[in-house]
Structure formats: structure tokens, C-alpha cells
């Protein structure tokens, strides 16, 4: 079992800059690849980024390649997203997820959540 804690959302303005943080525990925590979703009010919970157990490989969403950053510290068992030049339809409630099988960019290959940290970038 895989407990995952998402912080560091809030409001931010456009163009701004925010860093998510998911802090996992429990059993192998740190030897998940993990992945970043976003679900918006009233739409499905989108892909946003995901990274190797090893930091090897990382994948991003098109709508936020050259703008976010995925990276983690095993020794801290922490994944964040760091997120620049936000845009209002960045506004969001982020997930932070660890992969078990499946395809990576689809959320049913993902089989624990965090709670999720609401980001909101005002106009």
C-alpha cells in the first residue's frame, strides 16, 4: 500500500509559477514510476507529466511541454511538478499518482492517488 500527500497548490496569477509537491509512504514508495494529473470543474482527469522510478524518462502532456517539470528525490520519497508561465486553464485540482501497469498516460494504469491540491491561475 502506497500513500500519496500533494501540496504547494494555490492561487496564483498568469505567467506565474507554482511547484507541486507528493510526498509518498509506505511499502516500495520510492520504486514507482509516478505521474501528475489534473482534473478541471466539470471535465475528465487529464495526464499532465509522469516520471521514471530512476528519474531516467519523463513525459509531459502537450499542452504543458516547455512550460512544466516533473522531477523526484528518492531519498525523500517526493515527486514534484514545477509549473511555469501558468495560464488560466492551468486552473485545476492536481493528483499526484503511482503507476502499476498499463499504458502511462491513460489514469487506470495508475493504482493509488493522493488527495489532490487545488491550482488556480487568475486572468
Known amino acids: 500500500q502506497v500513500q500519496l500527500v500533494e501540496s504547494g497548490g494555490g492561487l496564483v496569477q498568469a505567467g506565474g509559477s507554482l511547484r507541486l509537491s507528493c510526498a509518498a509512504s509506505?511499502?516500495?514508495?520510492?520504486?514507482?514510476?509516478m505521474g501528475w494529473f489534473r482534473q478541471a470543474a466539470g471535465k475528465e482527469r487529464e495526464f499532465v507529466a509522469r516520471?521514471?522510478?530512476?528519474?531516467?524518462?519523463?513525459n509531459y502532456a502537450e499542452s504543458v511541454t516547455g512550460r512544466f517539470s516533473i522531477s523526484r528525490d528518492n531519498a525523500k520519497n517526493t515527486v514534484y511538478l514545477q509549473m511555469n508561465s501558468l495560464k488560466p486553464e492551468d486552473t485545476a485540482v492536481y493528483y499526484c499518482?503511482?503507476?502499476?501497469?498499463?499504458?502511462?498516460?491513460?489514469?487506470?494504469?495508475?493504482?493509488?492517488w493522493g488527495q489532490g491540491t487545488q491550482v488556480t491561475v487568475s486572468s
Open positions: 499518482a503511482a503507476y502499476v501497469s498499463g499504458s502511462w498516460y491513460r489514469r487506470e494504469s495508475y493504482g493509488y
Open positions: 516520471i521514471a522510478w530512476s528519474s531516467s524518462s519523463t
Open positions: 509506505g511499502r516500495a514508495s520510492s520504486s514507482y514510476p
